[in-house]
């Protein structure tokens, strides 16, 4: 079985979002649906999360290095096609995965983690985190709550 096998087919999400580095405790949130296609007998797939509150749909294609056993998660949403580069990086272990890549962010240079954790056959919790002093720090700025 291959990392994100649990992932595929179709989930309910509860997405929420805050605009990131601001100090902001006002959160926006909406629901929405997954659904995750297999590729390469298991070595990518790729997903379209719909998000009508959020006014737009995004895909995630996921892409397993097989000599280093890390993941390359690339990212791209309706409201501008364009892929958000670099791609997030990493591996599971101990049942939650973390990914990382070094990204600007309106001009600051800044640490992107996300997490999958609280995977289970039918609910599953992925988190995306900013760090402005190299991982020492981080602020949490969209959580999403999946379930089937």
């Known amino acids: 079985m291959n990392n994100f096998d649990w992932l595929i087919g179709t989930?309910?999400?509860k997405q929420r979002k805050r605009k990131p580095l601001r100090g902001s405790d006002e959160w926006e949130s909406t629901?929405?649906?997954l659904t995750c296609h297999n590729l390469f007998d298991g070595a990518a797939n790729v997903d379209e999360v719909d998000l009508p509150g959020f006014g737009f749909k995004g895909v995630s294609l996921r892409l397993l290095d097989p000599t280093?056993?890390?993941w390359s998660i690339y990212w791209v949403?309706?409201?501008n096609g364009q892929l958000a580069?670099?791609?997030v990086i990493g591996h599971f272990e101990n049942g939650v995965g973390e990914f990382f890549s070094d990204e600007d962010y309106?001009?600051?240079p800044v640490r992107v983690r996300y997490r999958w954790s609280n995977i289970t056959?039918?609910?599953a919790r992925w988190e995306q985190a900013f760090s402005t002093d190299g991982g020492e720090t981080w602020e949490t700025n969209w959580e999403s709550d999946f379930w089937r």
């Open 11 to 13: 989930w309910q999400t």
């Open 31 to 33: 629901g929405g649906t």
């Open 68 to 70: 280093t056993q890390e």
């Open 77 to 79: 949403n309706s409201r």
């Open 85 to 87: 580069l670099p791609p």
């Open 106 to 108: 309106e001009g600051r």
């Open 121 to 123: 056959e039918k609910t």
